[in-house]
């Protein structure tokens, strides 16, 4: 089979990669740009571990190859930080609200959350639009209930900011 | 927590986010039936496949040693880490292939040509038992298909079952689950010389080594395993896996790094399930609903391998529960099966034994008309420690008053009230259950101790324990508990535990025993640490130790006065260490659940969840509360969602993953969800800490299901009986009768 | 559960897209959502992925008279966003948010939902319902097929190797129809068990459609027979349109029934929508 040169703008930068057609955007994330933040739980798209943005829309990597993102945005766990370093609020109140326990769960949901804060802010403030978002992903820590706080916390947090 | 941020950053390391020079990836040629001959593994074209670097069989493995049981039969049939011969459930492991990269070792695999004659299968206890009772071939030659039977308690004496008001009998299903940790089981092993370096995702490192050097001969010394950041565990990741030890050999055959990352569908077909009995309870009680006798039967599906044939003793030991009984006992039966062997999985005996009895109790209520809180209130134990039929001790408690409080939380006055109304007025069927639970914390004997020690140096202080994190906050629980009881701040305390290289011994997390059993060790290794220090600066003071006081991490005595960190500097390290004994502890608590019926579909939605549970003393708020809520989550996967269904054979009927095994949502999280504590301290440990991290799972299936039984007891046609789990809509529906 | 090699082509024109699909092996790939997991269990395989994202033929919602010719890169999340206007817009839009989830939502179609042809698909119950057809275009030409036709069973459609689905036409439905979708599910991770849309027309007939309810999606014919009669279209739903197999967690007759029971509640969301 044929590997393939393909650009990948990651955070922000750029790299050029060679692939097998069949590697998932996980695989070429986390082996060819060693950015280990995404994970794989599942391989088939149901447990969310795997969530990056590609043109700022959630998506699950183990179900994109990475030929499929060729020149497009991709933002992941490693890009949520600010240049200078400083947290995503998610990042603080996940930590905050205890919202993570063995954390293998924790950068797909921080990336779900950022995907839909950034497409619509008040997703977090009715229960049922936040269950059904947060419904994306599996954790099996922690109940959901410290990631359904952390994320309403970032909400209100929000709001008291305009 | 400590540590957070990395996680939060995506700058955890898992096994799989190692990473390691010229490290090659493994996969495994696994059965594709669940039982049949082994007659020969062809993998001459899977070694010539680009990127292999081996194919190893179980004629490869000669030299290697059986894969160690971990609480299993005394009489243990073979167990090569490959199978030789004949496979006996599906997804065995078969064959090992190590590749440069997973994709072209998955390439090989499926080359791989096995020779498989089938022979039948027994899925279940009752096939076992009846494979027996026909003289079938036994699962292994010259071993019985009956793994293990063990009786806790001495048998109720018929006259009781006479001469009893009323005697319920109720007949119950704990269905196979799967573990499923998001991250799934993961090893990377590295030889260095002769030694060994492990990295593994696992609950028990000691333990890990032990079983790697039993198996080929080694000093346990050259072995060290290393647990970095693991995914999950859920009693799922204590044991020496055969996959481990093929790992292992295949490391040192190639001398190379190779890593093994279970996916999804091995995690679901081969790695060991939890749960896995049919139960049959007898409560025999007089007119004033007196128990007077409980008797518990349990057939369990041990699986193709008695890895865990001991666990379901568990339940056996547990079947008093909450409740003052003259007669108690419980029989045992742990049955060979053609299934991924049963192992433990959170709660591991508890669950199934809170399930059997809190269902019969409620069927006793129905029976005798009785309020279901007011039967079993008059019959919780009150005064302790209190020795059961089945030869547990119960520490401490007061279990009335978390019954009560259950009760405050829960509201049944005003739920009956709207029951009523509804079976007036018309309205989905509401029904209100509550069970209450008695668990043991800290392990059985042999695993009832704990190695702790902190060292002083000048950068500050170092705690070890042989406990091993798969997602607990121990870095910030136990380092906030040393630090306390050093009088420093919690940033002065570093925490190092699950590496066999730096932690002498312990015996890893497991049956909720790590605050209680660690968090002791630690604490009175920093008791000493002070006695230590004092004495060493006495000696260098040429001063009485009665005379030095240890303040906030420094010496004092007089004007004299030295850091702790500097004394060690300056003289020799400061280091205490403590091994832990004690009884195992048992915390407790009660459920409440209020659950509406959607009558035409069977869905069952659940209006408000009430967990009270008593740890004893809590070390950490936070972590208990954690620890309590995924609990619960994960009662709620085994009563409303979760299963894994074979077929006769033993063969998996679901295979789309995570789309059939249906782990709860967020969406399925109750809105309503109320928890509380009390404390009743732990008389056996210094801190008065019990274990905490089961609870959920072994309330929350019991309450629920009460609560559906409830809800449809009174409805023409409807059977509460019929009730099993998961409560799948399909299920409940026939509970209510419905027919095509 | 990673997939067996494969080449990867992205054709500009449909010409090129066609003639690669020519192939011996050679596969669709728009989202991927479900092609990609059945690679990566190794249940199919392909020996070239021609991917159609840069197809602008198959791109956007196209209205003619009387329909809505919707292409087969319009992604669930586009008609979730109102990539279609009117009642039926509206049943796409409250269709689309039971299909899994945002971050699949994100890259699956509705045409690559057809084309898998899952027996719990809401896309193929809402297709089938609404008497849609798809367009199928090859090296040997064009061809249209009612929804009808091209479901056969579980994962098994009309489309031969070669050819490539390149939209799904849908009726207009005229102003003043009543739509909704309703769900029996076990979980929001899992497929739906049974699925009901309903457009109830101005002129009080109906078209349903049921997911879950056979080996493929289907028209609840009988159903909407039984309703133009003023009898109970569950009934008739459960007994006559329902072809349900058996499943573990939902013996045939539990199927029958919801199936009823649902043609019946998604017939009432219909007025609740109205009222």
């Keep these: ?110 990336v779900l959350l950022r995907g839909a804060l950034d497409e619509d802010p008040t997703v977090v403030e009715d229960d049922d639009r936040l269950d059904a978002l947060l419904a994306s992903n599996l954790c099996r820590c922690t109940g959901y209930e410290g990631i359904r706080a952390a994320a309403r916390a970032v909400g209100t947090q929000r709001a008291r900011e305009q | 927590m400590r540590g957070d941020d990395r996680l939060t950053t995506g700058r955890g390391r898992y096994v799989a986010d190692l990473r390691v020079a010229g490290c090659l990836e493994a996969a495994f040629v696994r059965s594709p039936v669940p039982h049949a001959d082994l007659r020969g593994v062809d993998p001459t074209t899977a070694a010539r496949m680009p990127g292999v670097a081996l194919v190893l069989r179980a004629d490869d493995l000669a030299g290697v040693g059986d894969v160690p049981t971990m609480f299993g039969a005394e009489d243990a049939p073979p167990w090569p880490p490959l199978a030789r011969d004949r496979v006996r459930h599906e997804g065995e492991p078969v064959a090992l292939v190590v590749a440069d990269d997973r994709y072209r070792a998955e390439d090989a695999v499926a080359t791989v040509a096995l020779d498989l004659e089938p022979r039948p299968g027994r899925a279940t206890p009752s096939a076992a038992r009846q494979a027996r009772d026909r003289g079938d071939e036994p699962l292994y030659p010259g071993h019985d298909d009956l793994a293990l039977a063990k009786d806790f308690g001495p048998p109720v004496a018929e006259e009781t079952w006479r001469r009893a008001h009323t005697v319920v009998d109720v007949k119950l299903r704990q269905q196979l689950l799967a573990p499923t940790s998001l991250e799934a089981r993961a090893i990377l092993v590295e030889p260095d010389g002769e030694r060994l370096i492990v990295h593994c995702s696992h609950q028990f490192p000691h333990g890990l080594a032990t079983g790697i050097a039993g198996a080929f001969g080694l000093d346990v010394g050259i072995v060290r395993v290393v647990v970095p950041d693991a995914g999950g565990a859920f009693g799922s990741k204590s044991p020496t896996y055969p996959e481990y030890l093929a790992v292992v050999a295949a490391a040192r055959r190639l001398g190379r790094p190779v890593r093994w990352i279970e996916d999804r569908t091995e995690a679901l077909t081969a790695a060991s399930r939890g749960r896995g009995q049919d139960q049959r309870v007898r409560i025999a009680a007089d007119a004033d609903g007196r128990f007077l006798a409980i008797d518990l039967q349990v057939d369990a599906d041990v699986g193709a391998h008695p890895l865990g044939a001991a666990l379901p003793g568990q339940t056996g030991l547990a079947a008093s529960e909450a409740y003052a009984v003259p007669e108690v006992h419980a029989a045992v039966r742990s049955w060979s099966t053609t299934t991924t062997p049963t192992f433990a999985y959170r709660g591991a005996g508890r669950p199934e034994a809170a399930y059997a009895v809190e269902r019969a109790v409620d069927e006793l209520a129905a029976t005798l008309g009785a309020d279901p809180v007011e039967l079993r209130r008059r019959n919780l134990i009150r005064d302790f420690p209190y020795d059961t039929p089945t030869g547990r001790r119960y520490d401490s408690g007061d279990y009335a008053a978390c019954l009560d409080r259950c009760v405050e939380l829960l509201e049944p006055g005003r739920w009956r009230a709207e029951q009523a109304r509804r079976r007036d007025e018309g309205g989905w069927p509401l029904g209100v259950g509550i069970a209450c639970y008695v668990e043991r914390s800290g392990g059985e004997p042999g695993i009832l101790e704990e190695y702790g020690s902190v060292t002083a140096d000048d950068g500050g202080f170092t705690a070890r324990v042989g406990t091993s994190s798969t997602g607990q906050p121990h870095g910030t629980v136990f380092a906030a508990l040393v630090a306390d009881r050093l009088g420093v701040a919690a940033e002065d305390v570093v925490l190092v535990e699950g590496d066999t290289g730096e932690v002498p011994e312990g015996h890893g997390t497991f049956a909720s025993r790590s605050a209680q059993m660690g968090g002791a060790a630690l604490a009175e290794a920093a008791d000493a640490l002070i006695g230590t220090a004092r004495e060493r600066a006495a000696e260098v003071w040429a001063v009485a130790v009665d005379d030095v006081v240890w303040d906030k991490g420094t010496l004092r005595s007089g004007t004299s006065a030295m850091p702790a960190g500097e004394l060690a500097t300056e003289t020799e390290p400061l280091r205490a260490e403590h091994r832990f004994t004690s009884p195992p502890a048992f915390p407790y608590g009660s459920y409440g659940a209020v659950v509406e019926v959607d009558p035409e579909l069977g869905s069952v939605h659940l209006l408000r969840l009430v967990a009270v549970d008593d740890y004893g003393t809590v070390l950490d708020q936070t972590a208990v509360h954690g620890q309590t809520l995924g609990s619960i989550a994960q009662g709620l996967g085994q009563v409303l969602t979760e299963s894994v269904v074979l077929d006769d054979e033993g063969a ?38 019990k274990g905490a991290g089961e609870a959920g799972c072994i309330g929350v299936p019991p309450a629920v299901v009460n609560a559906v039984a409830d809800a449809i007891r009174s409805l023409p046609g409807a059977d509460p009986t019929r009730l099993r789990m998961p409560l799948t809509p399909a299920v409940v529906w026939a509970a209510l009768g419905g027919v095509g | 559960m990673k997939p067996a090699p494969f080449e990867y082509v992205v054709p500009t024109t449909l010409a090129e897209a066609l003639d690669a699909l020519a192939t011996p092996g050679a596969r669709v790939i728009a989202g991927g959502q479900s092609l990609l997991q059945d690679l990566g269990w190794r249940r199919t395989e392909a020996s070239l992925l021609v991917d159609v994202a840069d197809l602008d033929e198959l791109a956007g919602v196209h209205d003619d008279v009387g329909s809505v010719r919707i292409g087969a890169r319009v992604r669930h999340v586009d008609l979730e966003r109102g990539a279609v206007a009117g009642p039926l817009g509206a049943l796409l839009v409250a269709t689309a948010g039971w299909i899994a989830h945002p971050p699949v939502r994100s890259r699956g179609t509705l045409v690559g939902s057809l084309c898998f042809a899952h027996p719990a698909s809401e896309w193929c119950a809402l297709a089938a319902g609404l008497g849609g057809s798809v367009e199928l275009a090859s090296t040997r030409g064009r061809r249209t097929v009612a929804v009808g036709d091209f479901l056969y069973g579980p994962h098994e459609t009309a489309a031969a190797p070669d050819e490539l689905a390149t939209a799904v036409v849908l009726p207009r439905l005229p102003g003043g129809t009543r739509v909704g979708v309703v769900e029996s599910r076990r979980t929001h991770a899992g497929y739906a068990h049974v699925a009901a849309t309903a457009a109830v027309l101005p002129d009080g007939s109906a078209r349903l459609g049921l997911a879950g309810a056979a080996p493929t999606g289907i028209r609840a014919h009988a159903a909407e027979a039984a309703l133009a009669r003023g009898e109970d279209p569950g009934a008739a739903a459960a007994t006559v349109d329902a072809d349900p197999r058996e499943h573990p967690h939902a013996p045939i007759a539990y199927t029958r029934h919801v199936a009823g029971v649902l043609v019946r509640r998604v017939l009432a969301r219909t007025e609740e929508a109205a009222a």
């Design chain 2, 652 to 689: 998996a009927l679901l295979r789309d993953g995570l789309l059939d095994y249906l782990l709860p949502t967020a969406a399925e999280m109750p809105r309503d969800l109320r928890v509380d504590e009390t404390a009743v301290p732990a008389p056996d440990n210094p801190l008065g800490a």
């Design chain 1, 1 to 110: 089979m044929t590997a393939l040169d393909v650009d990948l703008h990651v955070n922000g930068t750029e790299h050029r990669v060679t692939v097998e057609p069949r590697r998932a955007l996980a695989v070429v994330l986390r082996e060819d740009l060693g950015l280990t933040g995404t994970h794989l739980g599942c391989e088939h798209g149901v447990c969310g571990t795997c969530t990056v943005l590609v043109d700022g829309e959630p998506v699950r990597s183990c179900l994109v190859l990475a030929v499929q993102v060729r020149g497009r945005a991709i933002r992941t766990v490693e890009g949520l930080e600010a240049a200078d370093g400083t947290p995503d609020p998610l990042q603080t109140a996940f930590s905050e609200h205890h919202a993570l326990q063995c954390g293998f769960c924790t950068p797909g949901f921080l």
